[in-house]
């Protein structure tokens, strides 16, 4: 007994929320059975930091020629989707050859477009799966969509990764829904945890109904806030900076830090860190958003020099 107390001891600092020594000493020896110690202890802390639990699927570890990839399953991203406020939950369909589909852009009264589907019409036999799409509802909002064609998704049935080939395979319909509604998730509510070396399910960005689509590229723009096109940068030419207006110079240069280039994506972290209550962060906001940007990059700094520790 005490042999056995002796071995869980060393899962003690991977337990966290619900996920005992025991219930670690589980995933060891069988999800991520492939990890070596190095691995593992990576994957568990990213677990831990994203309070996933991996016993139950929320996230999952692969191993292929000896370099570690990680994935949030859909579970996951729909428990985080609940936690955010507007939350009115998602809709997700296969588009098959027999059936009737039309779908049109529709033009809001902020000018903004939209997906609207005109006409979903099937029945039996469904014929061979062509397309599919998914919507994520959130209060105050138009639907955030996901419209693929098949062939966009086709190439994972010939994954180098086995358990990714099999899954594509064995449960393509499944697995084509769980990728549209993720993507459709994390577009609605900012989500931002990416899966490890990259996300392997990821095709073309999906339509988001609040992203701007200008001709000319704008760079130097900060994020929106809001249904409108205000912008967070003030138009004040006065050669002395202000403490706000250095508070978004020092907000941009962290964008650009962590990764972070997208109009839409920063104005998802924006809305879930700062959380302003009028149309633009104040002050306060700013310098409290900053903090938290300070912390995800030492977070990502972390995780990359776990990432260069891993044997070759």
Known sequence: MANTNNQLTIYDSYAFGTLTQEDVQTVHQTIAKDCNESQFRLFMGVAKAADANPLIGEIYPTVYQGK???????????????EMDGYMGYDVQVIHENDEFEYSMERAEDGRYYLS?????????????????????????????????????EHYKRSAIGMQKTMWTNNFKDMFKKHMVKRALKAAFGLRFDDGDGEQGDGPTP????ERKDITPETDK?????????????????????PLDQARDDMKKKFSQLGITDPV??????LKHANPKGAKPTLPELKGLLKIMDMHLAEKAAQEQANDELPL
């Open 265 to 270: 994506d920063m104005q998802a972290y924006i």
């Open 222 to 242: 900060a994020p929106v806030v809001g249904a409108g096109d205000k912008q967070l940068t003030g138009t004040d030419t006065e050669s002395t900076i202000s």
């Open 207 to 210: 339509y988001n109904p609040y």
């Open 117 to 153: 589907i005109e006409k979903y019409k099937g029945g039996f036999p469904l014929g061979k799966p062509i397309g599919g799409y998914a919507m994520a509802y959130k209060e105050g909002f138009m639907p955030f969509s996901v419209l693929m064609d098949i062939e966009e998704v």
């Open 68 to 82: 570690l990839t990680w994935q949030f399953g859909i579970d996951y991203h729909i428990r985080k989707a609940k």
